[in-house]
């Protein structure tokens, strides 16, 4: 799952990692959304979370999934355009990853590679 409010930055992931058939891409453009699909029992096997998205932003809904035990244990990449202040922050969700925008989508796929191998 991709939270992005860049429909650019969606179009990308989407487009990048679905055309080697090897992923199955869905895509909000907001936390709401995300919570939303959720709750109906559409849960990916990762989720790529924009930190600065609007009404909640990415850190927000991390904490939001991470309290809830259904949801807790899917793996999250965060996506940012990285700022110091960000970077601190992300730095303190240590056993999740990110990458910066613009990345490249091969070193994407790596990163996620890595992440569900855990």
């Given amino acids: 799952?991709?939270?992005?409010?860049?429909?650019g930055m969606i179009y990308t992931i989407k487009r990048g990692l679905e055309g080697t058939d090897e992923y199955e891409v869905?895509?909000?453009?907001?936390g709401v959304e995300c919570i939303n699909l959720l709750k109906h029992n559409k849960i990916p096997d990762l989720i790529l979370l924009d930190i600065m998205i609007p009404e909640k932003n990415g850190l927000n809904i991390y904490n939001q999934l991470k309290d809830?035990?259904?949801?807790?244990n899917i793996?999250?990449?965060f996506l940012t355009s990285r700022t110091n202040r960000i970077a601190r922050e992300v730095d303190?969700?240590?056993d999740d990853d990110y990458i910066e925008k613009?990345?490249?989508v091969p070193k994407l796929k790596e990163k996620i590679e890595k992440i569900l191998k855990k």
């Fill in 1 to 7: 799952m991709v939270i992005d409010d860049d429909v």
């Fill in 26 to 30: 869905t895509t909000v453009n907001s």
């Fill in 68 to 72: 809830k035990d259904e949801w807790k």
């Fill in 75 to 77: 793996p999250i990449m």
């Fill in 92 to 94: 303190e969700y240590q």
């Fill in 102 to 104: 613009p990345f490249k």
